[in-house]
T-cell receptor, first 113, second 111 residues
C-alpha cells in the first residue's frame, strides 16, 4: 500500500501560469481533502470531496478548482497562479466507516514568483 | 465557522520532562478533537483523538483532556524523548470529517 501520494513534490511557477496537483490514494477511501499549510497558520482546508464526482468548498477555495473523476484521485488546479499561493499543499483521505482518521500525503511545495 | 487557537507556538523541553499543549475552540457543536503530529518533511499523522462524551484518553505516554464547559482541550506528553520533536496540531470538528486545525506547536526535546 502506497497510502496517499502526491505529484509533484516541488514546483516553481511564474505568476499567471497554471498547474494541476495530483493526489492519489489506494485505500479505497471515500473522502478526500486538499489543504494548504503556511507558517503560523496551520492547515487550512481548500476543497474536499465526499465521493466520486462530488466536490465542496472549504475555508480558502478562491483561486483553486478541484475534480474527483475517479474515487482514488483528487486533482487541485491553479488556473492563474499568484504569489499568495506560495505554500505547501497537502492531500488527505479518510474512510469514514470505522474511523475518521485523515491520512496525509507527503506534500507539494509550490513557489510562485 | 469553527476557530481553533493553539498555545504555545513553540515549546522546548528537557528530555524526560513533560510537555503540554493547549487548544481552545469556539463552536459548541464540536464533538471530535484529534491531535496530529508532523515530522520534518512529512505529512501530519494522527496520534490520538477524543470525543466530547469522554473527558480524558491515554495512549502510553500521550494523553488528551477535554473540558467542554470551557471549550478547551490539551495534549500531554510525558517522559519526552528526542523522537517527540515535531510540530503538533490540534483540530476540532462538529461532523467528524471536516476538521478545523490550530496553528501548530513546534516541540523541541533537548537531550
Amino acid at each position: 500500500n502506497a497510502g496517499v501520494t502526491q505529484t509533484p513534490k516541488f514546483r516553481v511557477l511564474k505568476t499567471g501560469q497554471s498547474m494541476t496537483l495530483l493526489c492519489a490514494q489506494d485505500m479505497n477511501h471515500e473522502y478526500m481533502y486538499w489543504y494548504r499549510q503556511d507558517p503560523g497558520m496551520g492547515l487550512r482546508l481548500i476543497h474536499y470531496s465526499v465521493g466520486e464526482g462530488t466536490t465542496a468548498k472549504g475555508e480558502v477555495p478562491d483561486g483553486y478548482n478541484v475534480s474527483r473523476l475517479k474515487k482514488q484521485n483528487f486533482l487541485l488546479g491553479l488556473e492563474s497562479a499568484a504569489p499568495s499561493q506560495t505554500s505547501v499543499y497537502f492531500c488527505a483521505s479518510t474512510q469514514t466507516v470505522l474511523s475518521y482518521e485523515q491520512y496525509f500525503g507527503p506534500g507539494t511545495r509550490l513557489t510562485v514568483t | 465557522g469553527e476557530n481553533v487557537e493553539q498555545h504555545p507556538s513553540t515549546l522546548s523541553v528537557q528530555e524526560g520532562d513533560s510537555a503540554v499543549i493547549k487548544c481552545t475552540y469556539s463552536d459548541s457543536a464540536s464533538n471530535y478533537f484529534p491531535w496530529y503530529k508532523q515530522e520534518l518533511g512529512k505529512g501530519p499523522q494522527l496520534i490520538i483523538d477524543i470525543r466530547s462524551n469522554v473527558g480524558e484518553k491515554k495512549d502510553q505516554r500521550i494523553a488528551v483532556t477535554l473540558n467542554k464547559t470551557a471549550k478547551h482541550f490539551s495534549l500531554h506528553i510525558t517522559e519526552t524523548q528526542p523522537e517527540d520533536s515535531a510540530v503538533y496540531f490540534c483540530a476540532a470538528s462538529s461532523n467528524d470529517y471536516k476538521l478545523s486545525f490550530g496553528a501548530g506547536t513546534t516541540v523541541t526535546v533537548r537531550a
